[in-house]
Each structure stands twice: as structure tokens, then as C-alpha cells.
């Protein structure tokens, strides 16, 4: 075991352990310091990249406990107790190369060489998971990692070139092919778990105790779960201004849960990733827009780290993950020093960056009913690339059907376009008891677009926006109508077994990297 000791400045410091390609290292750093920054400057694992620092590029990729993240969204004390590789892993030996490896240099697939560390992680995970991808699959996969040479042909090449080398595909030794075999999870719970004198970080075994720690410091800590939204913060805050006790969530079991079943509904626990829901076979089959939205969400690495929870919490006007969940009537659980309690999604919110939680209160999980008989839900939306930037408009539209055909209830909720997530109920009331033809969804997308307060910002302009209103409303309608029409969900796979069913999700299972949707 190495032992490192950083001098950078005066603030308070914190020893960790770190397993890093099967080596452990201890290092003592700063609350706020990135793991990109330990691999480089402390472990001299200078071959992960610092690109953009926001999660965007992949140049940073690594692997945790099997999963791809991207390590300069990930705080170094975080990390302790997992299992983490760096493209140093995957030629172990040092006198040959991985796969991989070898298939990006007979391919031509490094220019400047930058994005190639970060590629090499996504393709390693990828064929981990999947032998033979298909050119799409190898293309989504590696969605999360930016060519600034615009090499990308070369890159899927070598990738599908590595795919038909025999034998291990995606292992460079033993110790590489346990990260993916869940090794190391029984040291998930690894870490402080008490903050040290005058702050730290903590990561609990308890709700009751996070809210204590919540009410001891006074406003001064804050909660992480996926850290996507709150590293960049602490980055751009001056350092007086940082908080000084970081509570990680990931020891605590119930926030972990994922359950999806007919009869009782989905509940999502605080800390399940957004990839285990858009992966989940019980979401995908009652609730396929919830999965669809989950995976329109930033790229691979970031839906490796984030919550839908903490989507929600972030209260953002253009998350994702709220209008189809409040088209749903989703249930907030809450819990706090005085105790629990339940709210309607619908109340949660309160504007941008604000919620109803009180200073000492976290969600612990939300509840969706269950599917309703000829009931369907659509999720639309639009940003300027597709995926991986945020949603400028996004329209979530839930349909219950008449024995007769016509519109039972109907739930049009917008996102993007106001100052939270927005129902538009002159629209639904246009709907309920007509019948759903095009004239009718055409007038409802009108009426809308006229309730919609959007903004010009970078993203979209206001005109825009409301054009993308009507034109989302009315696909997001008649996409619900179309699934509400068709045999109603089911819990049974092409083979008759069960695909719904609990799920006590470890959060840094390799489990939710599969394919999206």
C-alpha cells in the first residue's frame, strides 16, 4: 500500500483508501477534490484526461465498481471502498496491449489522442456487457465521449474489431474482469462515517441519522447522491462558501430499492441511478415513457452516477424526469428530524432551484400507481442534439381510454416552458370525453401552447419554444392514445417469465449499464 500527502492549502484534509487497479493507495485530500484530480496529481495516473470538467466530454471516463463515470464529477472521498480502473488497467502487464487497444492503433483510431483514454474505458464496458454490439449499440455506448478530431468512424471500427477478437473481450486480466463481476461490493460500505471535528465527509447507515447530521450543521452540509448537479456547483463556488460536511447517501439500503410490479406500482428509492430505471424490464414494460425519459438524460457516465431523485430535487424547469412522473401522479416520501411524511409531486415543486423540503428534510423515495386498464403515457421532447444536452421543451401526455374509444382522463404536463413543470388542465378538459382524433389533439396542443411561459435563453427562443410546445403535445397524445389502444402491460417476458418484480439495487452495481432504450 503507497501513501501520499499533498500540500495544496490549508483547509482540512481527509485520509481516504483508494483500490485503483488492484493497487491500494492512501491519500489524504481535500473535501472538494475531484477523483481526476487524485489519478493525476497524487497517483501519477496521468493517462485519464481533463477536458471540459462538467461531465460533457468523457475524456475523464473511468470505471467504478464496473460502472463508466466520469471522474471529475466524482469527489475523491466518494470513492473510497470501490473498486476504480483507469485505462492503465486495461494493459496490465505493460509489455502488450489490451484489445482494445490494439484495435484502435490497426484501425486508425487515434488522431490527437486525447478522447482516447475516455473511448477505450466506454468500449472496454460496453463489450463487458455486450460481445457482439451492434455499429448503433457501439454508437450509443459510446455517446458519452466527445472526438474533438471527429474521428468517430475509425473509433467504431476498432470497437467492432475488438468484438471479434476471441477469447476475453473486455478483460485485461483477472483483476480487470472482477470490476465487472461486482468484486469489491462488499467494501461498498467502506468510509468515514462521522464527520471529523468542525466537518468532513460522512456517509450514514441511516435516513434518521442523515436528517440529524442535516439539523446539526446548521445549513452548512449538503447531500450527495449521483453528484452531477452538485459538483459543478461546489466547483464554481468561492472556496468560504463551500460547505464544510458532505453526506454521501450510498450506505443506506432503502434508498437503494427499485420496485416495479402490476398490482402495487413503481417505487424509486433516493439513490437508484437513472440507468437502472431506463434499463429496468418492469419500467420498460408498464411504464415505458419513464424509462425513455430516464434515458434521454445526459450521456452513459452521467446516468451511471445520477438519481431520479435527485433530477427532481434539483428542481431544474427542464428535468427530464418531472413531467412524465408528474403526468403519473407520482408521491413524494419525505423524511425529517420530526419524522415522515408524503406530499404529491405536484406540490414539490416551488420554482427554479426551489422545492418544498425543509432544511433538514430529504426524499427518500416516490411511489407511481399502478398502470390503470387502458392507460398509456408518452414522453416527447426536444434539445439540439438529441440527447446529452438538456431537454429545451419536453412534453409528457398520460391517456386513459372509454370502453368506447373516447378520452377517459388525460394529464399534459410540460417541462421547460415555466418556471417549474407545468399541467395544463384547459387543455385536458378539452379532451375528456371526446373522441382523440387529429382535429381535437391539434386544438389541445394549441390550447397548450397558449398556457406556456417559456423563456429565450441559450438552449431555445420563446417562438421556438411554443412551436416545439404544439408539435410535442400533439405526438406526445397521440403516441399515449396509441399505447392506451394496444393490449394492456404486462409483467411477462416473450418467454412467459416475470420481468417486474423488487429490485434492492446496490447503487454501484455494473447492473444498470445495459442497453437504453
Do not use: W
Amino acid at each position: 500500500m503507497t501513501h501520499y500527502r499533498r500540500r495544496r492549502t490549508t483547509r482540512m484534509k481527509q485520509a481516504i483508501s483508494l483500490r485503483v487497479n488492484s493497487d491500494e493507495h492512501v491519500v489524504s485530500v481535500d473535501l472538494d477534490r475531484t477523483l481526476v484530480s487524485v489519478l493525476r496529481e497524487d497517483l501519477g495516473l496521468t493517462g485519464t484526461k481533463v477536458g471540459c470538467g462538467g461531465g460533457d466530454c468523457g475524456a475523464c471516463t473511468v470505471l467504478i465498481d464496473g460502472r463508466t463515470v466520469t471522474s471529475c464529477l466524482v469527489l475523491a472521498v466518494e470513492a473510497e471502498g470501490r473498486e476504480i480502473m483507469t485505462v492503465e488497467g486495461l494493459a496490465r502487464s505493460g509489455t502488450e496491449l489490451h484489445p482494445i487497444q490494439q484495435a484502435f492503433v490497426e484501425k486508425g483510431a487515434i488522431q490527437c489522442g486525447f478522447c482516447t483514454p475516455g473511448m477505450e474505458m466506454s468500449a472496454y464496458s460496453l463489450l463487458s456487457r455486450d460481445r457482439r454490439p451492434t455499429e448503433a449499440e457501439i454508437r450509443m455506448g459510446l455517446s458519452g465521449n466527445l472526438c474533438r478530431c471527429t474521428g468517430y468512424n475509425k473509433i467504431v471500427e476498432a470497437v467492432e474489431v475488438a468484438a471479434m477478437t476471441r477469447g476475453e473481450p473486455a478483460g485485461a486480466s483477472a483483476s480487470a474482469g472482477s470490476l465487472l463481476s461486482g468484486a469489491g461490493a462488499e467494501d461498498h460500505e467502506g468510509g468515514p462515517v462521522s464527520p471529523l471535528a468542525g466537518g468532513g465527509y460522512t456517509a450514514p447507515a441511516t435516513v434518521e441519522e442523515v436528517c440529524r447530521l442535516l439539523a446539526d450543521a446548521n445549513g452548512n452540509a449538503v447531500l450527495i447522491a449521483g453528484g452531477t448537479d452538485l459538483i459543478p456547483k461546489l466547483k464554481a463556488a468561492a472556496p468560504q462558501a463551500r460547505p464544510t460536511v458532505i453526506i454521501g447517501l450510498r450506505r443506506i439500503p432503502e434508498l437503494a430499492e427499485l420496485v416495479c410490479d402490476i398490482t402495487t406500482g413503481l417505487r424509486i428509492g433516493a439513490m437508484v441511478r437513472l440507468a437502472d430505471v431506463g434499463d429496468h424490464p418492469g419500467v420498460r414494460a408498464l411504464y415505458p415513457a419513464v424509462a425513455e425519459a430516464a434515458a434521454t438524460i445526459g450521456t452513459p457516465q452521467i446516468r451511471n452516477m445520477g438519481t431520479v431523485i435527485g433530477n427532481l430535487c434539483n428542481a431544474a424547469p427542464s428535468a427530464d424526469s418531472a413531467p412524465v412522473l408528474l403526468a403519473l401522479d407520482a408521491v413524494v416520501h419525505v423524511a425529517g428530524p420530526t419524522g415522515r411524511r408524503s406530499l404529491r409531486l405536484a406540490e414539490f415543486f416551488r420554482g427554479p432551484g426551489a422545492t418544498s423540503l425543509g432544511p433538514a428534510e430529504i426524499v427518500t423515495a416516490l411511489e407511481v400507481p399502478p398502470p390503470a386498464p387502458r392507460s398509456g403515457l408518452s414522453y416527447q421532447h426536444m434539445s439540439q442534439r438529441g440527447r446529452v444536452d438538456i431537454s429545451a421543451v419536453g412534453v409528457a401526455a398520460s391517456v386513459i381510454l372509454a370502453d368506447d374509444g373516447s378520452c377517459k382522463q388525460v394529464r399534459i404536463v410540460l417541462g421547460g416552458v415555466g418556471p417549474t413543470p407545468l399541467q395544463v388542465p384547459s387543455a385536458e378538459t378539452l379532451l375528456e370525453g371526446a373522441a382523440l382524433d387529429a382535429e381535437v389533439i391539434d386544438s389541445a396542443a394549441e390550447v397548450a401552447a397558449d398556457a406556456a411561459r417559456p423563456i429565450s435563453d441559450v438552449r431555445a427562443s420563446v417562438g421556438y419554444r411554443l412551436r416545439m410546445v404544439r408539435v410535442l403535445v400533439a405526438r406526445a397524445l397521440a403516441e399515449a392514445m396509441a399505447r392506451a389502444s394496444a393490449d394492456g402491460p404486462s409483467c411477462s417476458s416473450s418467454t412467459g417469465e416475470s420481468i417486474c418484480g423488487e429490485i434492492s439495487a446496490d447503487p454501484d452495481s455494473p447492473a444498470g449499464e445495459g442497453r437504453q432504450p
